[in-house]
């Protein structure tokens, strides 16, 4: 049977995204306190600035090692969430290094990527789900994290 595109509205869309920030926000505390649990030179912060946004900082022998800042932000559209590394400030400002959208093809919603240089668009999936997402943004954070 061939298949008919559908029209998203832009509640469908907010409700994606919304759930996509939800769970991205659940895997980095469980990847906070695997992170603690494994090496005992870690620690780690979640610090919730607002219900739409957190920080998440990763400290090695006390010291400040990463900080990242993710957000969900109407500023370009209200179906973005936004990933800063970097000095963070909690109260947020503007800079982004990656952010992620909510798109469709017609059939179906999906998130895509725009990690800025980060990984080659070899690499780079032009459709994931929140899974990946949320995968892809913690490994941005922990990959130069040698113990």
Known sequence: MPRIKKEFSQRERDRFIQDA?????GYFKKALAALEAHDSDVETDFIEATKLAYVCRIYVRGRTWKQCRIWLSGRMSSDQIYYYEGNVDIAGDSAFNA?????????????????????SPQQ???QVGKEKAAEDLWKRLTQSLKI
């Open 21 to 25: 920030f939800t769970f991205i926000k």
């Open 99 to 119: 952010y992620i959208s909510v798109e469709d093809d017609g059939y179906t919603l999906f998130l895509r990527l725009s990690n800025m240089g980060f990984s």
């Open 124 to 126: 780079q999936e032009t």
